[in-house]
């Protein structure tokens, strides 16, 4: 197997401000954009070639990618004028692909960081002879997936996206947002509309007598959909929790890049990373974070599971735990934002205007 569809036309908007200049699998994640540790994996697992499906801002994605070659894959593009949906969009990118009815395509989300054995994988689907294989991982809240239960064999039951009630709750296996295709499959797929394959290609071939094949492999798995989750992947990759050959660093408790100015006594841990011509001032802590290019962190301030935009600037002082900074904001001294809190590119939050009394 050496083809693969990458798809990444998503607009990213649960995660805003965070992909308003920035579309959500080109968000810098341990020092690269996000999608570079998904394509350095594929090329790791023999992918050669590598079709990305691209929407939102698609103008990014080949300055910085090229033909791949950097990557050690045969990267192409393929732009959708309007959303496809996940079907539509693998349709769409078909047209590139040069296998075979019968050859086995890897298509995987832009949004998912996972320690997938993705060799694994296309070796299960070739030997249970299927027409779509799934990876499946098991959640303790699978409300907000797709759930898809197997029988002992791997075999694909039924479909249920997203459950609304506790009766549709049947199982804990999800679909984990990577799949292997026989090639024939994805020519069935209409062209020209939007087609979801959780919702009509997979029930309709599964209906039809189609084989469908789960692999259930509870290895790491992340879905990138909010600001914590990508702090998160971020920081464990950082760490070594999944491995990625594009980290561009040693694992451990801080990536600092190039360019970077970090004062003598400033506390860096938890897996953050501080982007090239950042800097952080005498005093500060920053513990799990995404500081981006640029980005200023002035002296004794707090910061920790947050990301700060490229070229914003957090005051002396302040507190940030688990806020959002867009790109060029600029927090002033001596304010404190909790949990949740968003700042929107470019905006200007005076001096000492929000503070948490100990009681609230």
Avoid at 200 to 216: D, I, K, N, Q, W
Avoid at 256 to 268: I, S, Y
Avoid at 287 to 298: F, K, Q, R
Avoid at 317 to 325: K, S
């Amino acid at each position: 197997m050496t083809e693969a569809i990458l798809l990444v036309g998503g607009q990213g908007t649960r995660l805003r401000p965070v992909t308003v200049n920035t579309p959500k699998p080109m968000v810098p994640t341990a020092g690269v954009p996000f999608l570079a540790h998904q394509i350095a994996r594929a090329a790791a697992a023999g992918v050669t070639h590598i079709v990305m499906a691209t929407c939102y801002l698609a103008e990014v994605f080949e300055p910085y990618f090229g033909d791949g070659s950097d990557f050690g894959v045969h990267l192409e593009y393929v732009v959708e004028d309007e959303p496809l949906g996940t079907g539509g969009a693998i349709r769409n990118a078909a047209q590139l692909l040069t296998g075979g009815p019968d050859s086995s395509v890897l298509v995987f989300n832009g949004d998912i960081l996972t320690g997938l054995d993705i060799a694994g994988l296309v070796e299960s689907h070739k030997a249970a002879d299927a027409d779509v294989s799934l990876h499946l991982v098991r959640v303790d809240d699978p409300r907000a997936f797709g759930l898809v239960p197997t029988d002992p064999d791997g075999r694909v039951l039924a479909f249920t996206e997203k459950p609304q009630t506790p009766e549709e709750i049947i199982t804990d296996q999800i679909n984990a947002g990577c799949y292997v295709f026989r090639r024939s499959v994805i020519d069935s797929i209409p062209v020209g509309r939007p087609v979801s394959v959780e919702r009509e290609t997979f029930p309709g071939l599964l209906a039809s007598g189609g084989r469908l094949h789960g692999v259930t492999e509870n290895t790491y798995w992340m879905d990138l959909g909010k600001p914590e989750a990508i702090i998160q992947a971020s920081a464990d990759l950082v760490r070594g929790v999944v491995p990625s050959p594009a980290v561009p660093g040693r694992r451990g408790e801080s990536l600092v890049l190039p360019g970077a100015q970090v004062a003598a006594g400033v506390k860096l841990s938890g897996g953050t990373v501080v982007g090239a011509g950042a800097r952080i001032e005498a005093g500060a802590v920053v513990d799990g974070c995404i500081v981006l290019d640029g980005a200023v962190i002035e002296a004794d301030a707090q910061v920790g599971a947050s990301l700060i935009g490229a070229g914003a600037s957090v005051g002396a002082r302040t507190v940030l735990d688990g806020a959002v900074i867009g790109d060029g904001a600029v927090v002033g001294a001596d304010n404190e934002l909790r949990a949740g809190a968003r700042v929107w590119c470019g905006a200007r939050l005076p001096a000492a205007a929000i503070r948490f009394s100990p009681d609230a």
